[in-house]
């Protein structure tokens, strides 16, 4: 059993939850957000896409409760966010090959050299994300770091993703693309964003 640290009322999951059940909106497609921080990309997924359901998981409390009471007040019924460290919390939340995607946008840099084993996308959670999504499932990743984009598009294909824009290649933005609250900033400013859209291959290697 695992726990979601909610202020206001912890709530306990089961192992692997049927989540389309245990929220109850009848939702068919499963997505996961890595540090959804203040929430810009969740709320406007939410307010989107109300036919699928996403998990936003988000280490600091203070910014998962705000944006939980944010979605709570626009009924967003198919928006779970949850506090914690999804390294830990995504393998017990989820079940192998049931995500159809998974969003990673302006991961901390963590700029010096020695602490940039810190980094979320380490060789730990490339294998994670590739055998949480489905056969076909999406990681869409982005960062304003040029050194994090090389060293994630060589990991990830390291890993066993298929790079959709060509090996080592990065991706154009989409301009229907929802940008995270970081990203918006970028957008106004025209500083460069690298971005990666890998898919889990459909056939095994
Ligand atoms: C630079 S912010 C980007 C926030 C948001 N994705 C955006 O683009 O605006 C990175 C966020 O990831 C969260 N984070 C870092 N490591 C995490 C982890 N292992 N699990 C969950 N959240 C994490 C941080 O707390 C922070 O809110």
Excluded: C
């Amino acid at each position: 059993m695992i726990f979601s640290d909610r202020d206001e009322a912890p709530i306990a999951l089961d192992l692997h939850p049927d989540w389309v059940e245990t929220v109850g909106t009848g939702a068919r497609d499963l997505e996961l957000e890595v540090g959804s921080g203040h929430g810009g990309y969740a709320l406007a997924f939410a307010a989107r896409h109300p036919d699928r359901l996403l998990v936003a998981v988000e280490q600091r409390k203070k910014f998962a409760s705000d944006l939980r009471e944010r979605a709570e007040r626009r009924g967003h019924r198919g928006l779970v966010v949850l506090t914690g460290d999804a390294r830990l919390l995504a393998p017990r939340l989820f079940p192998a090959g049931s995500l159809a995607a998974v969003h990673v946008h302006f991961p901390d840099p963590w700029w010096k050299r020695r602490h940039e084993r810190r980094r979320l996308v380490d060789d730990g959670m490339s294998t994670l994300i590739l055998r949480l999504l489905r056969p076909g499932g999406l990681l869409d990743f982005r960062t304003d770091v040029e050194r994090y984009a090389r060293d994630a598009v060589e990991r990830l294909e390291q890993a066993g993703f298929e790079n959709l824009a060509g090996a080592g290649k990065f991706a154009e933005r989409d301009p229907d693309e929802i940008p995270s609250t970081r990203e918006k900033r970028y957008l106004a400013t025209g500083q460069p964003v690298w971005r990666l859209r890998l898919g889990r291959p459909r056939e095994a290697r």
